[in-house]
């Protein structure tokens, strides 16, 4: 088998047989696949796409790269969530140990950033000594001692969504049903959860831009985890504007640290006890809704998913000083409040130029292995619906580089758009499947 005839299929909209997918998957893995032809194999299948058994047997593929964790020797049922990516998306932070201190074990491999959008692991490490690259046997340790783990891909686990995902970022070939489908699915499956609460973002700082995209994009994950024999719930979700206040790997890491006192923007929190909640029912926690949001809400309120999240940085290897006194995090030189240009109604707050104006920042990476400023980002002051006063902070901008700040400000005031009319307030949700 020639890795090039592989390429040359997929370009000419043929599809690929098991052995041929195992083939490239496994030959990229071990470095006998160069980038540049991973790169030409995946623009084919961005542009053809794949049919269902070729996305079930891409994920297959995937989650065997590395170990496939069997979590029963540590924990009788675990649960997992994943979002599909998004601007301000920092949820996994606050949900995680929630539920986990609900009592309910969750077993989470996340992901760095992506394009635009945002990544758990990339926030996490803005706390010193924090460790992404559990091996196989910590990751199941540290789940039955604790009943929580986060922790990224590795040599060990999932090692093709690891080098794959790094390429898709800078070869603009992220937004793909069965590219996206296959390296969440490949994470979820090789971690071993017995269900997986899916959060898909539509909208603009969203890869699926509609909900109706983003449901045909659940559907088919749900499909998935089904067939792999687990149980599945999607939430589709709002990403029109960004989630919460905060864009910026370490700003968001206080604003989770913040709601998990209790604090923190409405709708952030909302998001957050709905997501919870419905973990909570996927893990019998709870019987129904209403019960499994009360349970959440009080967890909060508590306490106990703050200490929970306390517990887990401890046992990843962070420095826990920096977390009770968030003041300790990365922060940037250059703060910039920037007054609103207009009174008005806030009509719409992109999302996805906010993403990008804090790549600009250097919050994320241009290319494969750039290093990530944990320091920058935006901090908006008002969400769309809300009056705003002229002249009144519309956003925060945190740099380390004067036009990069200039770069930004300006990219922040083009995505903020005003009405002299009331303007509806989006939906935190549009729709669950199951
Ligand atoms: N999250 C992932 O893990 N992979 C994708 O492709 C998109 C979001």
Redesign the pocket.
């Known amino acids: 088998m020639e890795a090039l005839e592989i390429i040359a299929r997929k370009r000419d909209r043929k599809e690929l047989s098991r052995e041929e997918i195992e083939f490239f998957v496994r030959g990229y893995t071990q470095g006998l696949i160069p980038d540049y032809q991973a790169a030409a194999w995946l623009m084919a299948v961005y542009l053809n796409g794949m049919t269902e058994r070729e996305i079930y047997d891409l994920t297959m593929a995937m989650a065997c790269s590395g170990d496939v964790l069997d979590l029963k020797d540590a924990v009788p049922f675990a649960v997992d969530k ?4 998004g601007v301000g998306d920092k949820v996994s932070l606050v949900v995680a140990p929630l539920v986990a201190a609900c009592g309910i074990p969750v077993a989470k491999m996340t ?1 760095r950033s ?1 394009g635009f ?1 945002g990544g758990t692991v990339d926030k996490l490490e803005s706390i010193p000594g924090y460790r992404t690259d559990l091996s196989p046997e910590e990751f199941k340790a540290q789940l039955k001692r604790i009943g929580i783990v986060l922790t990224g891909q590795s040599a060990a686990l999932v090692p093709a ?1 690891q080098k794959l ?1 790094a390429l ?1 970022d800078v070869t603009a070939t ?1 937004e793909s049903i069965p ?2 489908v296959s ?2 699915m490949s ?1 979820k499956l090789a971690t071993g959860s017995d269900a997986i609460l899916l959060d898909v973002k539509a909208g603009s700082g969203a ?1 699926m831009k509609t909900p109706e995209e983003a449901e045909e994009l659940a559907r088919a994950l749900v499909r998935l985890g089904n067939q792999a024999g687990r149980k599945v719930v999607a939430l589709i979700s709002d990403m029109s504007q960004p989630l919460g206040w905060a864009v910026g790997n370490a700003l968001e890491l206080r604003e989770a640290i913040n709601t998990l006192h209790e604090g923190g923007p409405a709708d952030f929190r909302d998001h957050c006890i709905v997501v919870a909640a419905e973990m909570l029912m996927l893990g019998g926690a709870a019987g129904d809704t209403s019960a499994a949001l009360t349970m959440a809400m009080e967890t909060l309120a508590s306490g106990a998913a703050w200490h929970k999240f306390v517990e887990l940085v401890e046992a990843q290897g962070g420095d826990v000083r920096y977390i009770e006194d968030p003041d300790l995090l990365p922060r940037a030189r250059l703060v910039k409040p920037v007054p609103a240009p207009r009174s008005g109604y806030l009509a719409g707050l992109d999302a996805a130029e906010t993403g990008r104006a804090v790549l600009e920042l250097g919050g994320g990476r241009r290319k494969k292995g750039d290093p990530i400023d944990h320091s920058v980002g935006v901090i908006v002051h008002y969400k769309v619906g809300e009056l705003v006063q002229k002249d009144t902070p519309l956003f925060t901008v945190y740099a380390n580089d004067r036009a990069q700040m200039e770069a930004a400000t300006e990219r922040m005031l083009a995505a903020h758009t005003f009405s002299d009319t009331p303007v509806q307030r989006p939906p935190l949700f549009y729709r669950r499947i199951t």
């Open positions: 994943h979002s599909t990516g992901g992506l959008s969504d995902y898709r992220v590219l996206i390296s969440i994470k890869f």
